[in-house]
C-alpha cells in the first residue's frame, strides 16, 4: 500500500553456543577462518564444554558454519588430534575425545617438572612493569565473570610470569601443554563451582616475585599446580565412579 514502510530484516541472533562462539570470532577476524583460527576456536568449544566428550563433530555442518571447504576443517581436526583432542577413528569422522584420568596425571606431572623450574629461572629476570601487569591480571581474575573469563586470564598471568626465562624447549613443551593446562584450569572452575582460590596462589606467587626470592615463588608455582591436579583429579574420579 503506498505510504506503507517495509519492515526491515533484523539478521537473527545466533541461536547456539557454537553459533554464538563463531560469530563472535567472524567479527573479531574481519569475517575470515584460517585453519589455524578453525583450530583456536573449536579447542575452545571443547575447552568450555560446548562439545561434550565423546561427541560427534559434524564436518559438513562445521564447513557451512564456518563458511569454509572441508580441507581446512579437515587440516583443523588432525592438528587437533595430535593436540589429544579430537579422535579420527577410521570412517566414524571427528569426536570429541574424554581426557582421561591417566592423561590428566601425566600432564600434570609434566607441569611440575617444568613450571616450577621456570618460574626460578624467571623470576629474577622480571621487571617492574611486569610484575605489575601481573598485578593487573589477579584485579581482572577477582572481578571475572565466568570460568572461561578467569582460565584466560590465568593462562595470561602465567605466561607473563614465565616470560624472561631463556628456556626454549621447556617453553615448547609448555606450549604443548597449555590447551590441557587451560583444560584443567576450566575443569576445576566449572566442575568444583566457580571460586577463586586459585587466585589466592596467584598472589602468594606475585609476593615471592616481588620479594626477589626465586625459590619462594618456585615453591609457591609448585603447590598451586598441585592444589588444582588434586581438586581435578578428585572430581574425574569422582565423575568416573557414578
Not at 560469530?23 to 575447552?47: K, M, N, P, Y
Not at 626460578?120 to 573469563?149: F, I, N, Q, S, Y
Not at 605466561?159 to 601443554?177: E, F, T, V
Request: glycine share 6%.
Amino acid at each position: 500500500m503506498p505510504g506503507t514502510r517495509a519492515a526491515a530484516h533484523t539478521p537473527a541472533e545466533p541461536a547456539t553456543p557454537l553459533q554464538r562462539l563463531v560469530a563472535e570470532q567472524r567479527v573479531a577476524l574481519g569475517g575470515r577462518f584460517s585453519t589455524d583460527d578453525i583450530v583456536r576456536v573449536l579447542h575452545q568449544a571443547i575447552v568450555r564444554g560446548i562439545f561434550h566428550p565423546g561427541q560427534a563433530l559434524r564436518q559438513d555442518e562445521l564447513a557451512a558454519e564456518f563458511q569454509v571447504s572441508k580441507i581446512p576443517l579437515r587440516e583443523a581436526l588432525r592438528t587437533l588430534q595430535a593436540q589429544g583432542f579430537v579422535e579420527l577413528p577410521l570412517n566414524r569422522g571427528a569426536l570429541v575425545q574424554a581426557p582421561t584420568l591417566d592423561q590428566l596425571k601425566d600432564a600434570f606431572e609434566l607441569r611440575l617438572l617444568v613450571e616450577p623450574s621456570l618460574m626460578r629461572t624467571a623470576a629474577p629476570l622480571l621487571k617492574r612493569a611486569d610484575l605489575d601487569e601481573a598485578e593487573r591480571l589477579v584485579r581482572a581474575m577477582d572481578k571475572a565473570g565466568t570460568a572461561w573469563a578467569f582460565s584466560e586470564l590465568n593462562v595470561r598471568f602465567h605466561d607473563l610470569l614465565y616470560g624472561p626465562a631463556q628456556r626454549p624447549l621447556s617453553k615448547q613443551i609448555l606450549a604443548m601443554l597449555q590447551g590441557h593446562i587451560q583444560r584443567m584450569s576450566f575443569m576445576q572452575l566449572s566442575l568444583a563451582g566457580f571460586n577463586r582460590s586459585s587466585n589466592e596462589d596467584h598472589r602468594v606467587i606475585l609476593v615471592a616475585c616481588r620479594e626477589g626470592d626465586a625459590d619462594a615463588a618456585a615453591r609457591a608455582v609448585a603447590a598451586h599446580v598441585k592444589g588444582v591436579r588434586r581438586i581435578v583429579l578428585a572430581l574425574v574420579e569422582r565423575q568416573a565412579g557414578g
